[in-house]
């Protein structure tokens, strides 16, 4: 290796940047960029920046019921559905106790709501006597009249007597002359004439 290379020089790591090596001034002009919003060069138009927004957080449990809860068809709005079925248990305790049989009852005293009987009379005590104390009846009081102007207790209505016809004060009395009898006066005799016009 060491005979392929003239004299002392090898490569290396340069410790300061070459101008050879960039197309513009150089690092050491520090030119404000034209893109984003952050240090952006004042002598240019700044676009319209458009940020992606990252991905939404998850959401918080809810307390509903969801898509991860599989529900019964069985389960309905009014409840659960249950089909009808019986229950195996025990045979119930049956209770010994004596009842009357057919033969206990006497059916001689329902015949007679059954079929037509003549009536019969049942022995009684005899009823206490009626007391013969007698009030008096509705013709023997007075009662005071109720009909006409004096009444003793009650408001009388107005009455109405029929009288004659009066000649005074009536309609068939000839009274003095009224507007009407006197003759119409043109408002030309008194106030300023209209003018008039002939065809």
Known sequence: MDGSWVGTWRPH????SIMAQFTSPGPKYSIPGTT???????????????????????MADSCSLGPRY???????RTGKY????????????????????PSDYSTDE???HLYKRAPAQSMAFRHKAVKTDQPPGPGT????????????YTHASPC??????????????????????????ELDVYKKRAPMYTM
């Open 70 to 76: 599989y529900i019964q068809p069985s389960v309905t």
């Open 13 to 16: 790591r340069p410790h300061s």
């Open 141 to 152: 009081y007075t009662l005071p009249r109720l009909v006409g102007p004096n009444t003793a």
């Open 82 to 101: 249950v089909a009808p079925a019986k229950h195996i248990c025990g045979l119930p305790k049956i209770k010994t106790e004596v009842t009357p049989g």
């Open 160 to 185: 109405y007597s029929m009288k004659g016809k009066s000649k005074h004060n009536g309609f068939a009395e000839d009274l003095s002359p009224g507007p009407a009898a006197f003759p119409k006066v």
């Open 36 to 58: 984003g919003y952050v240090a952006h060069n004042p002598t240019k138009t700044k676009a319209p920046a458009y940020s992606f927004q990252g991905a939404k957080l998850p």
């Open 110 to 112: 329902a015949k007679k």
